[in-house]
């Protein structure tokens, strides 16, 4: 892979990456809650597997192309923005996995306050991914248009 193809593939797995959270963000997250928590939970179990190997995929592979990009002589910007994009990993770790973790246990009701609460909380966090992923994308866009 050349050089000057690096910044694209970032700045394109920024974007999706960015997409996908803004869709969740606004859409699915916001919907699954609509049906009550029951289905709710139920619809998360189903679609979060799922959406971790997506996610997780396009942010490991935006980061690391910014990376490449940066060592390739762009500019330090591009390492920042790379960063940007690749704290969404530990960050997901450490932070949101947690509450993944419990709201995908069997154990857990899904008709309870906890589920409840478990689902709200995923919301906000959830939105901090999103906006490290659209501050990232909206870097890595700014870069590509201005060098």
């Known amino acids: 892979m050349t050089a000057w193809i690096l910044p694209w593939v970032a700045?394109?797995?920024?974007?999706?990456?960015a997409g996908g959270a803004l869709y969740v963000s606004l859409v699915?997250?916001?919907?699954?809650i609509l049906t009550g928590p029951p289905m709710a939970v139920a619809q998360?179990?189903?679609?979060?597997?799922r959406g971790a190997w997506l996610q997780g995929g396009l942010a490991a592979?935006?980061?690391?192309a910014a990376v490449g990009a940066w060592l390739a002589g762009a500019r330090?910007?591009?390492?920042?923005?790379?960063?940007?994009?690749?704290?969404?990993?530990p960050?997901?770790?450490?932070?949101?996995l947690p509450t993944n973790k419990r709201l995908m246990d069997r154990a857990l009701v899904p008709d309870s306050p906890?589920?409840?609460?478990?689902?709200?909380?995923?919301?906000a966090l959830h939105a901090v991914?999103?906006?490290l992923g659209l501050a990232a994308a909206a870097a890595m866009a700014h870069l590509l248009a201005h060098g």
């Open 114 to 123: 906890e589920a409840r609460a478990l689902l709200r909380r995923w919301t």
């Open 129 to 131: 991914r999103t906006v």
């Open 11 to 17: 700045a394109g797995a920024a974007a999706l990456f």
């Open 91 to 96: 960050y997901t770790l450490v932070v949101i």
């Open 44 to 49: 998360f179990r189903t679609s979060y597997p």
């Open 61 to 64: 592979l935006g980061t690391l």
């Open 28 to 32: 699915e997250h916001p919907a699954r």
């Open 76 to 89: 330090i910007a591009w390492l920042v923005a790379g960063a940007l994009l690749g704290l969404v990993v």
